[in-house]
């Protein structure tokens, strides 16, 4: 199954809990949470709090993205917030396997996340142990980028790790992500995509949301 993560990155926090209801209404399958501290990335999002409104607000599974630096000292905090994935950085947490047991031993489902110009190959040695890939299709710290196009290159070598490696952990892209390109990335092998601005900018949240659902399971 194909899965829209609307990320509320892009969503008005004074009337969250309609903004959710509304991608509900249209059929998203969970809802994406872009954590950022100004470090590791050059922007400010929020943290655990919000995360735990979102669980109040909705059943949806939550996917939890850390672009911060040392993740590690804060995911008991998000997974008792409500976080229901995981994701952390390939370029910022040395002893990644040790971090992926972390989340898991704690109940989540743990991935990681792999910036433009990281490549595919350097996850080899821990796709085995992760639920998640997460290809950055824009390099992260904004919203309302444009899609990278040299992603679905990537996206295909992802799919060539899994079943090289007998893994099954789902690829899920983020970035740029709008109903001209996700297509394309959808026909490339994503299973999972995560969707802002061209979800909560639209003029009818609902019918966008509806629309890029439609697209990725149609055949």
Same mark, same amino acid.
């Given at each position: 199954?194909?899965?829209?993560?609307?990320?509320?990155?892009?969503?008005?926090?004074?009337?969250?809990?309609?903004?959710?209801?509304?991608?509900?209404?249209?059929?998203?399958?969970?809802?994406?949470? =872009?954590?950022?501290?100004?470090?590791?990335?050059?922007?400010?999002?929020? @943290?655990?709090?919000?995360?735990?409104?979102?669980?109040?607000?909705?059943?949806?599974?939550? =996917?939890?993205?850390?672009?911060?630096?040392?993740?590690?000292?804060?995911?008991?905090?998000?997974?008792?917030?409500?976080?229901?994935?995981?994701?952390?950085?390939?370029?910022?947490?040395?002893?990644?396997?040790?971090? +992926?047991?972390?989340?898991?031993?704690?109940?989540?489902?743990?991935?990681?996340?792999?910036?433009?110009?990281?490549?595919?190959?350097?996850?080899? =040695? +821990?796709?085995?142990?992760?639920?998640?890939?997460?290809?950055?299709?824009?390099?992260?710290?904004?919203?309302?980028?444009?899609?990278?196009?040299?992603?679905?290159?990537?996206?295909?070598?992802?799919?060539?790790?899994?079943?090289?490696?007998?893994?099954?952990?789902?690829?899920?892209?983020?970035?740029?992500?709008?109903?001209?390109?996700?297509?394309?990335?959808?026909?490339?092998?994503?299973?999972?995509?995560?969707? @802002?601005?061209?979800?909560?900018?639209?003029?009818?949240?609902?019918?966008?949301?509806?629309?890029?659902?439609?697209?990725?399971?149609?055949?």
């Amino acid at each position: 199954m194909k899965i829209l993560a609307p990320s509320i990155l892009s969503a008005d926090f004074t009337n969250l809990s309609q903004q959710i209801r509304l991608v509900e209404m249209g059929g998203a399958d969970w809802i994406h949470c =872009d954590v950022m501290d100004g470090h590791f990335v050059p922007n400010i999002t929020f @943290g655990p709090f919000i995360v735990e409104a979102v669980n109040r607000i909705t059943n949806l599974p939550i =996917d939890v993205h850390l672009m911060i630096e040392k993740p590690e000292l804060y995911i008991k905090d998000f997974i008792d917030a409500g976080a229901d994935y995981i994701t952390v950085h390939f370029e910022e947490v040395i002893h990644l396997n040790r971090v +992926i047991n972390q989340i898991r031993e704690l109940g989540a489902n743990a991935g990681v996340v792999i910036n433009p110009s990281t490549p595919v190959s350097s996850v080899r =040695d +821990i796709v085995e142990y992760i639920d998640l890939l997460l290809i950055m299709t824009v390099n992260p710290g904004f919203g309302g980028q444009k899609f990278i196009h040299n992603s679905l290159r990537r996206i295909h070598e992802a799919l060539e790790l899994r079943e090289k490696s007998n893994s099954r952990f789902l690829i899920e892209v983020d970035g740029g992500i709008n109903n001209k390109i996700i297509k394309s990335i959808s026909d490339a092998g994503a299973d999972v995509f995560v969707a @802002g601005a061209s979800i909560f900018k639209a003029e009818n949240i609902s019918a966008a949301t509806a629309e890029l659902k439609n697209i990725i399971s149609s055949k």
